[in-house]
């Protein structure tokens, strides 16, 4: 069983950053993918970013320019740099792991992290 814990959100202005992180503990060895999803009310959850052990990683198109995901297997850690935020990247920020491919999402969920972008 593995259990996913985020941090690092909060309120932030217009263009700032935000450095989220997920810790992973359990049975960590088969996390071959990590990433992160965000939801808002009304919305489906979408993906923002997902990374493999090896470091492929995936971004939707709209993410890319803004959004590095990075990861330390050592420490069974993901990070999700957030720069030049904008109002609606408002959400709940959650933790994913489980999935054998990038473009896939995993079975394990974290408890999610509210970013909040505004003045």
């Known amino acids: 069983q593995v259990q996913l814990v985020e941090s690092g959100g909060g309120l932030v202005p217009p263009g700032g950053s935000l450095r989220l992180s997920c810790t992973a503990s359990?049975?960590?060895?088969?996390?071959?993918?990590m990433g992160w999803y965000r939801q808002t009310p009304g919305k489906q959850r979408e993906l923002v970013a997902a990374?493999?052990?090896?470091?492929?990683?995936n971004y939707p198109p709209s993410m890319k320019d803004r959004f590095t995901i990075s990861r330390d297997n050592a420490e069974n850690k993901v990070y999700l740099q957030m720069n030049n935020l904008k109002p609606e990247d408002t959400a709940v920020y959650y933790c994913?792991?489980?999935?054998?491919?990038?473009?896939?999402?995993?079975?394990?969920w974290g408890q999610g992290t509210q970013v909040t972008v505004s003045a």
């Open positions: 994913n792991a489980g999935a054998y491919d990038v473009d896939r999402e995993g079975v394990v």
């Open positions: 359990g049975i960590t060895y088969s996390l071959t993918v």
């Open positions: 990374i493999s052990k090896g470091g492929t990683t």
